[in-house]
């Protein structure tokens, strides 16, 4: 007797919350897009077939592990967004950042499924109905003032490799959105899942999926 009103009610805020707003939760904003540029090209499927045979479960930096991927879930101004930063690590195999922490323009790509326009109004009916969707960066991506949750693995230049190709696949493959059934959340766990990584068997939202997905890959603790 409930489903009806809990129906109307998730259809709802999100058009509520549009109303109020004076641009989309995930608008891109054009001068950050020209910086995060694609800066790779993917390599043939080839050599990159045999790169991920047992998955990719151990995040700590070890050596030969050059490049990073890293899962992330923001603040915006709904129910937050999640998207996937990759690039290569700095010279202290860390992630290039800047002094108050924010990802530092360069060898880095942020990739993550939003409404391709940042009309509160499209974002509003992609609740209801596909609407078209855009993979590149949106603004807040990089910054850590509003990050809420981050998985990172470190990666060797093989894996990183077949990380292009993976993303390169997901990116040309996600031409819509639509809020409750293909979203940011949809783009990460099939990249996750790509990568032989274990997903979380719940739907969640973003700062909790990208929380879960950390946790169901956690090595085991040896004694």
């Not at 939760?25 to 390599?43: G, I, R």
């Not at 490049?67 to 990759?86: D, I, K, P, T």
């Not at 996600?174 to 783009?187: D, E, K, M, Q």
Request: charged content about 20%.
């Amino acid at each position: 007797m409930y489903r009806f009103p809990l129906l109307a009610l998730s259809i709802a805020a999100p058009l509520v919350l549009a109303g109020c707003a004076t641009q989309s939760p995930y608008a891109v904003k054009s001068e950050f897009a020209s910086v995060y540029t694609s800066n790779y090209d993917a390599v043939p499927i080839w050599r990159t077939a045999r790169v991920f045979p047992n998955g990719l479960q151990r995040p700590a930096l070890s050596r030969g592990k050059t490049h990073f991927v890293e899962f992330r879930a923001r603040h915006a101004l709904s129910y937050g967004h999640a998207a996937v930063a990759f690039g290569k690590l700095n010279a202290n195999g860390d992630i290039p950042r800047k002094d108050n922490g924010d990802l530092q323009a360069g060898e880095i790509e942020i990739s993550g499924l939003a409404p391709a326009s940042d009309s509160v109004t499209v974002y509003g009916f992609g609740h209801i109905v596909p609407v078209f969707g855009s993979t590149g960066p949106s603004d807040g991506d990089q910054e850590a003032a509003y990050l809420l949750s981050r998985y990172r693995i470190n990666l060797t230049e093989a894996e990183f490799d077949r990380l292009v190709v993976i993303m390169a696949k997901h990116k040309r493959r996600a031409l819509i959105w639509h809020g409750p059934l293909i979203s940011c959340v949809t783009y990460l766990r099939r990249i996750a899942e790509d990568m032989g990584l274990k997903t979380p068997l719940m739907r969640h939202l973003p700062a909790k999926f990208v929380t879960n997905l950390k946790r169901v890959n956690k090595p085991k603790r040896v004694f």
